[in-house]
């Protein structure tokens, strides 16, 4: 059991919690994850260390409610408790002096790239930062960022904030004005992140993605996790979670995160129908209270 | 039934274990065998003609005093009975269920020379339940405590018996184990049907009273080194288990539909997704459709029957070689059979056939014969030239065994592993080449069996505790 020490949306449907873990905080590093389970039937939902405070004991994690389980996390409030939580798993991000880095973060993947954003710029790098969002709200993390980058930049695709455009038309408008880069890391959705490999391919920039299959134990133990680098199978949990953007196979990725695409569906129905219950059964309550101290 | 003549004793057919009817179960989760009445385990227990010189005791990995426990169940005295088995198995409710007998103690049984050997398995799984369901409070003997401390890494059975051995010496136990359950295998891997997880409950439970201190969620090499636990512990135990599985390698393996047997039974076992979305994790849905296993071990058959059970209508063993030579225990292999699955024996999967949004919808299978005997002795299975069969399936679990994870062997570099990554012990005593560091079960042998993991716990705790006495001897 580990409690929930600070929690707050920072974006639509988007919630950092502060989660007490002190043996976690004390251990990680920019690149690795934990693995939650939100009750004692929970599924086992991986998700990366954002932050931590060791001398608080705590980590930091940004979550995104789109499935039934982190919807139902998104619930949860300081002082609640999270029922498991293990890590820090997966390697490390690798850090050196490249000299000029990128950070690209598409939606909720800033808060993966913000701590390796952060470990580079502790290296000496000139750290270039570009957040992604739909539009405004969904841009996270701009000041943060601020504090770790040399240069921030924001972009939405409808134009409501920052640059107007996808990340990588900031990515490639920076490459085309000659600007020197050395090192590209893209975190976020799967076409994003493919189409950052595909924008500095030709430029030849050694590029890392941080990639999220679906998982059940992070340990290397049930293969669920798979995914095709350079034509070989990797355990992304053991032997990742960040590989070469310009050797994975991008479209086997995206499939393979479909595989449950249909129970995702039905478990949101299920989550949304449980809630309902619950709601109702709590106005049932309260009017039953306010029968029986009015009656 | 008191002083039968041998010659009596040899006359009373072996009971056949009262089990769920095979149609209804194939359906259903609970355990397929019901267990021995006592009427019926006092009557098997007659049946051991108590030799001078017992080979069946011989024939156990842990030397288990069989015909002292069978000779007090014939007298009705089933806690002694346990208390016998509990001397040298600290899980006989798990070994009477899954220990290989029929390759151990009953396959040396004198008894079975004539007709079939004395049904050891089913006795012990008897008196432990009868253990388990009867004795309510068992005073647990609390040891003199020494003030050692030792940390056992892994609650698998390796773990559990060695954690289990050394609270009983005084030491002071602590098992840390990365998933959130205790249990390794008998947890994640072994279904419900085969070994109820409540057995499994009670036995960590009763450890716990013992005082040995579980911290799950706990991954050694990574929320702490071995080299941090050196600081801490007097000594360490290392049982991590095999846990890393092998795939075929043939093309398709990525199609979504393709499982690992320990993925598919992870999701069912530990996570309970045949309870979906109670339990929100998922399952690819499989009713009514048809599943294909590669295998033919423990793990094949339980993924094989589990798959039924989750509603395929069709489910398929596919096997390189002949039954003869399947791993599995003769007991699930009948089970499987009756309970309709379908054995596909002399077949090698060739390719995995998806659709173009990457389902699974095929599998390419070639057809094997035995051709000469390779090193192991036993016939190599090699095709036949162009006897090549395609199936339809919805999914593929693989399970032809696993690796050594790697965890440990990279964040302790001191540590010395062969080239599979098997940590190498000393076997008399299970010595690591780091001081005070010990290992065993399927991180020293890979994947093997409950019992010889259990056997190498013990054979540590002993080793253990001796170099707690005197470190110097090391
Ligand atoms: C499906 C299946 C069916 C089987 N059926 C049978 C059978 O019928 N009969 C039989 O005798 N044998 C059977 N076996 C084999 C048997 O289960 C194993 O040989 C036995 O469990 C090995 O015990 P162990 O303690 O070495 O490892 P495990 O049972 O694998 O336990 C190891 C534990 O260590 C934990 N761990 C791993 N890494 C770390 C780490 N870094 N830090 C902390 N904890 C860690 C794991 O999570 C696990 O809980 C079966 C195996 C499988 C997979
Ligand atoms: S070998 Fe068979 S008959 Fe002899 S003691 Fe063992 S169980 Fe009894
Ligand atoms: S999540 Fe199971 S092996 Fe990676």
Known sequence: MNKIIEARFIGPDVKLFRIEAPKIAEKRKAGQFVIIRVNDTGERLPLTIADSDTSAGTITIIVQGIGASTKMLNTLNAGDYIHDVVGPLGKASHIENFGTAVSIGGGVGTAIAFPTAKALKEAGNHVISIIGGRSKEFVILEEEMKQVADEVYPTTDDGSYGYHGFVTQKLEELLKSGRKIDFVLAIGPIPMMAAVAKTTQPYNIQTVVSLNPVMVDGTGMCGGCRAYVDNKPVFVCVDGPEFDAHKVDFKILMQRNKMYLPQEKESIEHFNHVCNYDKMYDAEAKKTNHEVTHG | ?474
């Open chain 2, 1 to 474: 039934m008191a002083d039968l003549t041998t010659k009596e004793r040899y006359k009373i057919e072996r009971h056949s274990m009262p089990e769920q009817d095979a149609l209804a179960r194939s359906r259903n989760f609970e355990e397929v065998n019901l267990g021995y009445t006592f009427e019926i385990a006092m009557e098997e227990a007659e049946r051991c003609i108590r030799c001078k010189n017992p080979v069946c005791v011989a024939g156990c990995p842990v030397a288990v005093k069989i015909p002292d426990f069978i000779k007090m169940i014939a007298e009705g005295k089933f806690e002694e009975a346990a208390s016998i088995l509990k001397e040298d198995n600290a899980l006989p409710a798990v070994c009477g269920r899954v220990c290989p007998q029929e390759e151990q103690c009953e396959a040396v049984c004198v008894v079975g020379k004539k007709g079939r050997p004395v049904a050891i398995g089913y006795l012990e799984r008897f008196a432990a339940d009868w253990e388990r369901n009867n004795v309510k409070i068992i005073e647990p003997k609390i040891p003199a405590k020494t003030g050692k401390k030792v940390a056992v890494v892994g609650g698998g059975p390796a773990g559990l018996s060695c954690a289990g051995d050394l609270i009983q010496l005084g030491h002071e136990v602590t098992v840390f184990e990365a998933l959130h359950e205790i249990g390794g295998v008998l947890i994640y891997g072994i279904p419900e049907f085969r070994l109820p997880k409540e057995i499994v409950k009670a036995e960590v439970e009763s450890l716990s009273k013992l005082g040995v201190n579980f911290v799950t969620n706990y991954v050694i090499g990574l929320t702490e080194t071995i080299e941090e636990l050196k600081a801490r512990f007097d000594a360490i135990f290392i049982g991590v288990g095999a846990g890393l599985p092998y795939f075929l390698n043939i093309p398709g393996e990525q199609l979504n539909g393709v499982y690992s047997a320990n993925e598919f039974l992870t999701r069912v076992n530990l996570m309970k997704a045949y309870d979906f979305p109670n339990n929100p994790t998922p399952m690819l849905d499989v009713v009514g459709k048809t599943v294909a296993v590669f295998g033919g071990g423990n793990t094949a058959m339980d993924a094989v029957r589990t798959s039924l059970r989750l509603g395929a209508e069709r489910a398929i063993i596919c096997y390189r070689r002949t039954e003869q030579e399947m791993p599995a225990r003769v007991e699930e292999i009948h089970h499987a059979k009756e309970e309709g699955v379908e054995f596909k024996l002399l077949v090698a999967p060739l390719e995995f056939i998806g659709d173009e949004d990457g389902w699974l919808r095929k599998v390419k299978l070639q057809q094997m014969e035995l051709g000469e005997p390779d090193s192991s002795g036993r016939r190599r299975p090699v095709p036949i030239d162009g006897a090549i069969e395609t199936i339809d399936i919805t999914a593929a679990i693989i399970a032809i065994g696993n690796g050594s994870n790697p965890i440990i062997s990279q964040t302790t570099p001191e540590l010395i592993v062969n080239k599979w990554g098997n940590i190498i012990v000393n076997e008399g005593n299970m010595k690591t080449n780091m001081m005070g560091v010990f290992a065993g079960g399927d991180i020293v042998t890979g994947g093997a069996t409950v019992i010889l993991a259990m056997g190498a716990g013990r054979t540590a705790a002993k080793a253990i505790d001796d170099f707690l006495k005197n470190p110097e001897s090391w």
